[in-house]
T-cell receptor, first 120, second 115 residues
Framework: DTGVSQNPRHKITKRGQNVTFRCDPISEHNRLYWYRQTLGQGPEFLTY????????KSRLLSDRFSAERPKGSFSTLEIQRTEQGDSAMYLC??????????????????FGEGSRLTVL | AQSVTQLGSHVSVSEGALVLLRCNYS??????LFWYVQYPNQGLQLLLKYTSAATLVKGINGFEAEFKKSETSFHLTKPSAHMSDAAEYFC???WGSGSARQLTFGSGTQLTVLP
């Protein structure tokens, strides 16, 4: 399977604990995005990377949230001191963007199946 | 602020009937527009996208959408609903260079197809 992979698919934790989610993008994709989706709502942008550089962060991404993509491949999203309001589906997506010796390519986002977080 | 509005959080149609899911955006700058579908416990799948080429866009599974600048709309249609179309549908917008670097999603429309 060469799609976007997210782990774990489900995480139940107690308030105050730290959790970490991992995303493995499609291998040739240089952009990676994190979104959060709560029940009955559309996904909300959190942050995105181009290669290893984090280019944009939403105001939704509080100080308790940190995302990394150290080698420009997989990414992790860590939530420290979880709160009940953090309960949501965390979606990862990847895309290809850039010149690469030809016309500017701006590809669609491919989404993973998400990591569902429940904070008790 | 730029926003996306999906009218109707739930839409029910009979199998074989027309599907119409509404999406309006607010922007003074022409956007890039997308429709995604999400099946239970799955990620989002792109149905179709508008990127300033033809205003009528055809997508997968028989869906199409028409960009109407004067109405700031991008409604999704399918002539004949199938049971397998039951899912949640999201309209999304991106502004800027065309790179879908930051999509703004609507709140979604749950489509139910009745036998």
């Amino acid at each position: 399977d060469t799609g976007v992979s997210q782990n774990p698919r489900h995480k139940i934790t107690k308030r105050g604990q730290n959790v970490t989610f991992r995303c493995d993008p499609i291998s040739e994709h240089n952009r990676l995005y994190w979104y959060r989706q709560t029940l009955g709502q559309g996904p909300e942008f959190l942050t995105y990377f181009q290669n290893e550089a984090q280019l944009e962060k939403s105001r939704l991404l509080s100080d308790r949230f940190s995302a990394e993509r150290p080698k420009g491949s997989f990414s992790t999203l860590e939530i420290q001191r979880t709160e009940q309001g953090d309960s949501a589906m965390y979606l990862c997506a990847s895309s290809i963007f850039g010149l690469a010796g030809g016309p500017l390519r701006s590809g669609e986002l491919f989404f993973g199946e998400g990591s569902r977080l429940t904070v008790l | 602020a730029q926003s996306v509005t999906q009218l109707g959080s739930h839409v029910s149609v009979s199998e074989g009937a027309l599907v119409l899911l509404r999406c309006n955006y607010s922007s003074s700058v022409p956007p890039y527009l997308f429709w995604y579908v999400q099946y239970p416990n799955q990620g989002l799948q792109l149905l179709l996208k508008y990127t300033s080429a033809a205003t009528l866009v055809k997508g997968i599974n028989g869906f199409e959408a028409e960009f109407k600048k004067s109405e700031t709309s991008f409604h999704l249609t399918k002539p004949s609903a199938h049971m397998s179309d039951a899912a949640e549908y999201f309209c999304a917008v991106s502004w800027g260079s065309g790179s879908a670097r930051q999509l703004t999603f609507g709140s979604g429309t749950q489509l139910t197809v009745l036998p």
